[in-house]
């Protein structure tokens, strides 16, 4: 159960920060940088702190052909101690990730993805460290 009477009433400065440039009609480039808050997962943290940045470099190819490269950095800060292995602090990650992808539009409305996606977190409490490779094929379709 979470405790809402803590003197740390979560009032925290957050923004969102984006940057859109084209440098061709086939090239842009987006960054965006962000502070939020999220709920957390952990019975004894009462909210994420998540500091963000993300660059996207995308590339038109043809009419229905585009790629992209992404590029991420999140710190997520748990507000709130936690005990785990005979420790007790404050969380604190670093999530690294970058990205591929291949686009096929055969519509306005409906396109494809092919790509890859690889992410890393690096906490200061080791046991919770992981990387993951994701392959993926996206289908979108709007109306």
Known sequence: MKDFTRENDGREFIFELQLDHKFTPKTSLKLVATRKTNE????????????????RYLQRFTAKISGSVGLSYNNDKYHGELTFGGET???????????????????????????????????????????????????????
Not at 91 to 101: G, K, N, P, V
């Open 40 to 55: 957390t997962n952990i019975s004894t943290a009462d909210y994420i702190l998540s500091d963000g940045l993300r660059a």
């Open 89 to 143: 602090r404050e969380r604190d990650d670093d999530i690294y990730s970058a990205s591929l992808a291949l686009q096929y539009e055969f519509r306005e409305w409906f396109k494809t993805d092919l790509g890859y996606l690889y992410s890393r977190r690096d906490s200061n409490f080791s046991e919770f460290d992981y990387s993951n490779n994701t392959f993926f094929i996206r289908i979108t379709g709007s109306l």
